[in-house]
């Protein structure tokens, strides 16, 4: 498994987060809402969701764009003990400025792009079955036309939704991964994406819970 690992990084990295966020959302859906029929479009977006924005934008993003961004990090996570880590000021402020980089610029990112491909994919606010006045046998043209504003429509209601509840969702996010990061983030390099993937585990059922469903869009504060 080490040497598949070392040999196709990429492709397992996508495997293990599709899986993963497949995963995250049956148990949610199964153990913890007790559902008698799987909610197929939901599980869908979660799935695609941690194949498109987990395995392939966040890998290039934390492998490629980190080593750049960060270039004291690995040698940070190398060092033997806590305190030559602590002694060691650059590689203290690259592992601050990596939890503060995936914690206060990424993680919003990812809301809001989570609320339009949710809405896009599973429709969760029934923007898209709403209907547009046209003809009972609409043309080409009217179809574009209404197709381009259910699109529309769709954009504007997961923005609208993810501006009301992107404050609560941040908080369940960096309640998470503010103290998750600052220990995946010093950790050798080995350690780092077996206890990231236990906490994005939890991050994804957390979001399960929360929002991956009709009944729990509306932010109760």
């Not at 969701?49 to 940070?76: E, K, M, N, T």
Request: glycine residues 6%.
């Amino acid at each position: 498994a080490a040497a598949v690992g070392k040999a196709f990084p990429f492709a397992v990295g996508v495997s293990v987060a599709t899986t993963k966020t497949f995963s995250s959302d049956y148990v949610t859906q199964v153990y913890i809402e007790r559902r008698e029929k799987i909610d197929w479009p939901r599980l869908t977006c979660f799935t695609l969701l941690g194949f498109i924005w987990v395995g392939c934008l966040q890998q290039v993003v934390y492998v490629g764009g980190f080593s750049r961004l960060f270039p004291h990090a690995d040698r940070f996570t190398q060092l033997p003990t806590i305190k030559a880590r602590l002694q060691d000021t650059l590689g203290v402020r690259d592992l601050v400025g990596q939890v503060a980089f995936v914690n206060f610029l990424w993680s919003p990112m990812f809301y809001y792009f989570f609320y339009v491909f949710q809405e896009f994919v599973q429709g969760v606010s029934g923007a898209a079955s709403s209907k547009l006045p046209g003809t009972a046998a609409p043309g080409t043209a009217q179809l574009i036309s209404q197709g381009v504003q259910r699109s529309r429509a769709n954009f504007d209601t997961a923005i609208q939704r993810c501006s009301q509840n992107i404050l609560t969702d941040l908080k369940v996010c960096w309640a998470i991964w503010i103290p998750g990061h600052l220990v995946t983030f010093a950790v050798p390099m080995w350690l780092r994406m077996p206890l990231t993937h236990v906490l994005s585990f939890v991050f994804f059922t957390a979001l399960s819970v929360t929002r991956g469903s009709t009944e729990t869009q509306a932010d109760p504060h």
